[in-house]
Nanobody
Framework: QVQLVESGGGLVQAGGSLRLSCAAS????????MGWFRQAPGKAREFIAA????????YYADFVKGRFTISRDNAKSTLYLQMNTLQPEDTAVYYC?????????????????WGQGTQVTVSS
């Protein structure tokens, strides 16, 4: 069992930045590939980015390339998402998730554990 707790969400103006964190507890964090997803009101949850267990390989959805950066600190059992140049369309609840597998999973169905989410609101 892995418990995930997101933090760092909030209200920011367009063009601003936020850094989300996802603290993991339970089983060995470094055993899991990790991902970030988001769900905007009235929309399906979508993939943002994922990182492999070692943290040396990442994959991003096209709509965040160049703006968002996923990273992890296995010593601290923490996953991060640095978000720059935020736009109102980035407003959503952001979730972190853990997948016990090698590689960089992008499908939600691959992930075994989910956090409760943190709200990000970008004002225009």
């Amino acid at each position: 069992q892995v418990q995930l707790v997101e933090s760092g969400g909030g209200l920011v103006q367009a063009g601003g930045s936020l850094r989300l964190s996802c603290a993991a507890s339970g089983r060995t964090f470094s055993s899991y590939a990790m991902g970030w997803f988001r769900q905007a009101p009235g929309k399906a949850r979508e993939f943002i980015a994922a990182i492999n267990w070692r943290g040396d390989s990442t994959y991003y959805a096209d709509f965040v390339k160049g703006r968002f950066t996923i990273s992890r600190d296995n010593a601290k059992s923490t996953l991060y998402l640095q978000m720059n140049t935020l736009q109102p369309e980035d407003t959503a609840v952001y979730y972190c998730a853990a997948a016990h597998m090698i590689g960089i999973p992008t499908s939600q169905r691959t992930y075994d554990y989910w956090g409760q989410g943190t709200q990000v609101t970008v004002s225009s």
